[in-house]
């Protein structure tokens, strides 16, 4: 638990501090302006003059302090000696607090050659935009930021694959990426006809067809409790998306209708689905033979299914059927069927006893953490969902039952007017933890709930051997 904790508040602390430098931002297919560093080897790493003797530069943001971004140097390490010649490559740290002598002995610890450089204050001013470590850039041969990614990039062939991308002769204008390129499958992918036999309900004919550059994974025709969908093709590997398409011409009143089962891993899974482009439903957890309806305006659209597995399972994948144009009436009844939940101004959690307190915590001169002092064990929490995000899509997180991930919807109170969460802290005096809401997949809310004073104090004791200096600003009683 307390290994969660730490990298809960951690990013927290990030989250905070990052947006005070990001006076200036780097837009993808710009070009990226100049800086340079000093790597703690005492060279001079400059963008421009990279960009003299190499076809691209690769920037990588990250902490010392960070899992994630440990998980992928051996990657980048890999990469860096098999692209080094053709592709520049500069690690920077983010973290004020990482020196060039602590960054040597993470170098060394880690086995690492490519050139490392802390930080400088107008390199946090104009790059640290990112709110998330670690950061991925590809700067192109004309000087435009053509890539950004953030989050680890856990293997070589995405290293691979991203470099690729900027190198060669064929290279002669600035592209930009979204995302690492994915690699084309050569597997066998299902005929648009079986697809769209199988996904479609009986007299309809949408027209599904699987990713045309064959870089997701396909939906294949499957059976479930005696009914013809379609489900993923199964793999066991991580960080990878499945999907399927058809093209929509809708009428004023229109509505997509489809079912879907599922037994999801909370946090990890999800099945969402896109209309040209924004995405307009996540399902996570558990549905069964779930009946789902989305309005669609007049016009032509693109509509995609896709499944996102960043944990494999074997069971309780997406099993999609039943898909449908609905009109008229037929499709007015359908989305009035659509469960309402209960929405607020803002998100928030909110403890409702009275001898709480709450405050929060300053990092860098700015409020850093939302927290609340009990003075007692339990705490009754009050769970509020602005008006923009779908509660059955919010996921909450206790973290003294981290195996435990529950979504907002299923802590509906019995009237249906808000949501309720009970909480028991661990019984000894300085135990202190934090309690999460979450927006699939970004952080919306985190609170920090702590039993006493002298919790308060242990946190700030902790945080301090790992190099931040927190204070703790309790709110005023005015």
Not at 244 to 249: E, F, G, H, N, V
Not at 297 to 307: I, L, M, N, W
Request: net charge negative.
């Amino acid at each position: 638990m307390r290994k969660l904790f730490c990298l809960l508040l951690a990013l927290a602390l990030l989250c905070a501090a990052l947006p005070a430098f990001a006076a200036e931002t780097a837009e993808l297919g710009k070009p990226f302006q100049d800086f340079t560093v000093t790597t703690i080897e005492g060279e001079i790493f400059t963008l421009s003059e990279a960009l003299k003797t190499h076809e691209a530069v690769y920037v990588n943001l990250f902490a010392t302090w960070c899992p994630p971004c440990e998980m992928e140097f051996p990657y980048m390490q890999q990469a860096y000696e098999e692209y080094g010649d053709r592709v520049a490559v500069i690690v920077i740290s983010i973290e004020e607090t990482d020196s060039a002598e602590k960054l040597a002995e993470y170098r060394d610890s880690h086995g690492l050659t490519m050139p490392i450089a802390p930080a400088g204050d107008d390199w946090i001013a104009r790059y640290a935009e990112a709110y998330s470590i670690p950061v991925s850039m590809m700067i192109d041969r004309f000087g435009s930021l053509a890539l950004r990614h953030t989050g680890a990039v856990t293997d070589a062939d995405s290293f691979r694959r991203m470099f690729e991308a900027f190198l060669g002769d064929s290279y002669n204008e600035t592209k930009t990426f979204q995302e690492i390129p994915k690699a084309t499958l050569t597997m066998e992918f299902p005929s648009d006809e079986a697809l769209s036999a199988a996904l479609n309900a009986e007299g309809s004919a949408i027209a599904f067809t699987s990713d045309p550059l064959r870089q997701d994974y396909p939906f294949l025709p499957a059976e479930q409790d005696g009914q013809t969908g379609v489900s993923p093709f199964n793999t066991d590997q991580r960080g990878v998306d499945f999907s399927c398409r058809a093209q929509i011409t809708a009428q004023a009143g229109d509505a997509l209708a489809f079912e879907v089962s599922c037994d999801l891993v909370l946090g990890s899974n999800s099945l969402l689905v896109e209309v040209d482009g924004e995405i307009m439903k996540y399902f996570m957890g558990r549905q069964d033979g779930r009946a789902c309806t989305i309005a669609l305006p007049e016009g032509e659209h693109e509509v995609r299914f896709v499944y996102e597995q960043w944990e494999p399972q074997e069971t309780g994948k997406p099993f999609l059927t039943r898909a449908r144009l609905l009109s008229g009436g037929e499709a007015e009844a359908a989305l009035a069927a659509l469960p309402v939940y209960p929405v607020f101004e803002a998100a928030d959690i909110i403890v409702k006893d009275e001898a709480a307190k709450r405050g929060y915590f300053e990092y860098m001169g700015q409020p850093a953490l939302a927290g609340c002092v009990l003075n007692g064990g339990t705490a009754d929490l009050e769970l509020t969902v602005a008006a923009d995000a779908d509660p059955e899509n919010v996921f909450f997180l206790d973290t003294m039952r981290p195996d435990d991930i529950m979504l907002l919807s299923s802590l509906l109170t019995e009237d249906g007017a808000g949501y309720h969460y009970r909480m028991q802290l661990e019984p000894e005096a300085g135990s202190a933890y934090a309690v999460m809401q979450c927006l699939f997949p970004r952080f919306t809310v985190q609170l920090l709930i702590m039993q006493d004073a002298d919790a308060v104090q242990q946190v700030i004791s902790d945080y301090a051997a790992q190099g931040y200096a927190l204070t703790w600003v309790p709110e005023s009683d005015e």
